[in-house]
């Protein structure tokens, strides 16, 4: 069934950048996504929490998403949306998909006494963005898609 | 072109890892490398400076978090030197200021060690 989306605010702009999921290129999408944050005039420290967002989000799709799958092609697609009153960013795969729900915060305690190292992104995802949601269909299209509200 | 790298000082029973540039899931590999090489000649008592690193993800945390337990029961431990405010806010938002020791100078941090080395000084 097509969806219908609400145009009442229009997009301002709109970037895209669609790239292979391979750890290496978190320099290139941080870069990407800094120099965008920058030029909407987002301070050093939010420019800071965009990026390590969008890297955190990236590093689980490469790490997490396509573990399973040799066949399908490895890519990650960043959509940032600029909007009067915000920038959306959605990081998408047609991986595996997860369980948002399933994610709990990290005891850390515990963590460390199992030597255990992963699990945090998402947990700093939440606290560095104003919004974070989800959209799963297993290797169709996984979105997690956080908002940082402009001041203004 | 690499943009992070690691450069390593034996002062005494120390090993001070300094770390420069961007340490995230790509380049985590590198220091945890370093950091397993450092535990495998039997030095546990490891000070990791981060005067010259402008950037941390949780993977590089996670690196952290891999080795404290052992270096730990065997009476060593790794102290964080040095990080600037954005990289230290990231450790905070994980709660690690509760779980290792973090030093402003470098010299604190070897200090530190020198008294758990002379208990009686």
């Given at each position: 069934m097509p969806r219908k989306t609400k145009t009442t605010k229009k997009s301002r702009a709109l970037y895209r950048l669609n790239l292979?999921?391979?750890?290496?290129?978190l320099h290139v999408i941080r870069k990407f996504v800094s120099e965008i944050a920058s030029n909407l005039g987002f301070d050093e420290e939010a420019m800071y929490q965009i990026e390590l967002a969008v890297d955190e989000a990236c590093t689980n799709v490469i790490k997490h998403?396509?573990?399973?799958?040799?066949?399908s092609e490895k890519i990650i697609k960043i959509t940032l949306k600029v909007k009067e009153d915000r920038l959306i960013i959605i990081v998408a795969d047609?991986?595996?998909?997860?369980?948002?729900?399933?994610?709990?915060?990290?005891?850390m305690e515990k963590y460390i006494k199992k030597g255990k190292r992963g699990g945090l992104g998402l947990h700093l995802i939440k606290s560095l963005m104003d919004e974070v949601s989800f959209r799963m269909k297993p290797g169709v299209r996984n979105e997690v898609i956080m908002v940082k509200k402009r001041k203004g | 072109m690499s943009n992070f790298e690691i450069s390593r000082e034996d002062n005494k029973e120390i090993t001070v890892l300094k770390l420069h540039g961007y340490l995230d899931a790509h380049t985590a590999r590198e220091f945890e490398q370093s950091l397993a090489n450092v535990i495998k000649e039997q030095r546990f008592k490891i000070v990791v400076s981060l005067?010259?690193?402008?950037y941390i993800s949780s993977a590089g945390l996670g690196v952290f978090m891999g080795f404290i337990e052992e270096v730990r029961k065997k009476g060593g431990d790794i102290k964080i030197a040095q990080p600037s405010p954005k990289v230290y806010k990231v450790f905070d938002l994980l709660g690690f200021p509760n779980l290792y020791e973090f030093y402003d100078q470098l010299e604190t941090a070897l200090k530190a060690f020198e008294k758990t080395q002379q208990p009686g000084k």
């Open positions: 292979p999921a391979h750890s290496e290129n998403a396509y573990r399973n799958d040799q066949q047609k991986g595996c998909g997860f369980n948002p729900a399933a994610i709990k915060s990290p005891d | 005067e010259n690193l402008k």
